[in-house]
Nanobody
């Protein structure tokens, strides 16, 4: 069973940058895909970005394409989300998630708050 813990959230001004981290432990990740999701107040949780743990494939929501970069460091079992040109509408709780490749995310971290001020 994979355990996930996010860190790196905080308050940033519009146009600023922030990097989120997600430490994974408890199981081999070779056959997993990893994701970032977010949930803004009053809205449903939405997909932000995804990456395969054992390969280079990445995917992004249209709303963050060109501004966010998902990456991983397999040596330390950590997932990252580098966020540039942040907008107030990026304000949300950001969740790290994992799931067997080809399946939906099934394991979630507790989340980290990102607040972008205008």
């Amino acid at each position: 069973q994979v355990q996930l813990v996010e860190s790196g959230g905080g308050l940033v001004q519009a146009g600023g940058s922030l990097r989120l981290s997600c430490a994974a432990s408890g199981s081999t990740l070779s056959y997993y895909s990893m994701y970032w999701y977010r949930q803004a107040p009053g809205k449903e949780r939405e997909f932000v970005a995804g990456i395969t743990w054992s390969g280079p494939s990445t995917s992004y929501a249209d709303s963050v394409k060109g501004r966010f970069v998902i990456s991983k460091d397999t040596r330390i079992n950590t997932l990252f989300l580098q966020m540039y040109s942040l907008k107030p509408e990026d304000t949300a709780v950001y969740y790290c998630a994992a799931g067997p490749r080809g399946e939906k995310a099934s394991t979630w971290g507790p989340g980290t708050q990102v607040t972008v001020s205008s």
